[in-house]
């Protein structure tokens, strides 16, 4: 849908509120939604796994048959993202049939970034294989995954911990001591202290949640656990070294490939990796492997 024009009923309801004139319509049916689409593959944060190799070419081809199925006067630029962090990926992608690319696990490693030094410290030391996934605190009761950041801290098997918990119970109250006792430690204080702060809130920002989590003692396990993903997010962006087990961070294997990159160069520390600079020489190296290929 976002590959081909706006469908017929959404220019008439326009064109009839005068939102859009006869010929901003006719200029319409001849141009895709988008002109954009991002392919987005297996990325730091929350991802499905989608596999590169398979998936922008399948974006590519289905482009390629709405251009000609329909009469535009633009094709949609298709773009790749998701695991790039090495030029070599990235010279994959143009490969692949990507227009432009779109970075993100690097880029917290950069001085622009918003995160806490430590957190950048901890990025920079990375392989590719530092990663793993866990829960995703706004998806918890779904079991979405997100990925992150494996060595130098244990959130993501606290967080698969919880998780296990909220599968295999049915409240709270369910919990022998023993487990009671590590989700505690696990959430920095006691479980009436998560709740009432899952509570708080919940009656500011969400009072029919807070309803049904105090009929639901399932629903109120949730509500607790996830004060945990919560409050690991903060602890990394404020990058107490005594919390760093608990440090929050989503990040993929393209951060252990960009360190691998410039392993040696005046980009080894981050404090020099400006996320222009950056970009600039991973497209130039991708670029002259292209044609060195070619």
Not at 13 to 18: E, Q, T
Not at 188 to 209: F, K, N, T, V
Not at 214 to 232: H, L
């Amino acid at each position: 849908q976002f590959m081909c024009p706006p469908p017929e009923k959404i220019l008439r309801a326009l064109l009839d509120a005068g939102r859009l004139n006869d010929v901003e319509v006719a200029a319409a049916r001849r141009l895709p939604v988008s002109a954009d689409v991002c392919v987005e593959s297996d990325s730091g944060g929350h991802t499905d796994g989608g596999v590169a190799l398979a998936l922008l070419p399948a974006m590519v081809r289905l482009r390629e048959e709405i251009a000609r199925s329909t009469e535009l006067d633009e094709a949609v630029r298709v773009g790749a993202a998701g695991g790039l962090g090495a030029p070599e990926a990235i010279a994959a992608a143009f490969v692949l049939g990507a227009q432009f690319v779109v970075t993100g696990s690097i880029n917290q490693c950069t001085p622009e970034a918003g995160t806490s030094v430590a957190v950048k410290d901890l990025l920079a030391g990375l392989d590719i294989n530092d990663t793993t996934y866990a829960p995703a605190g706004d998806l918890f009761e779904l079991g979405a995954r997100v990925q992150v950041v494996r060595k130098g801290t244990l959130f993501a098997a606290r967080a698969n911990f919880l998780h296990q918990c909220y599968r295999s119970h049915g409240g709270l109250a369910e919990m022998d001591p023993r487990r009671r006792t590590t989700v505690e430690r696990y959430l920095g204080r006691s479980i009436d202290q998560a709740w009432e702060e899952a509570c708080e809130y919940l009656r500011a920002d969400h009072p029919e949640m807070l309803a049904r989590a105090r009929r639901d003692p399932k629903v109120q396990m949730a509500r607790t656990f996830k004060t945990y993903f919560a409050r690991t997010v903060d602890l990394a962006l404020q990058g107490d070294p005594a919390e760093q087990v608990n440090f929050q961070i989503h990040s993929g294997p393209a951060i252990g490939a960009v360190n691998t990159f410039v392993r040696g160069t005046d980009l080894q520390d981050w404090r020099a990796r400006h996320v222009d600079v950056l970009a600039e020489r991973l497209l130039n190296r991708a670029r002259d492997l292209v044609h060195a290929h070619m």
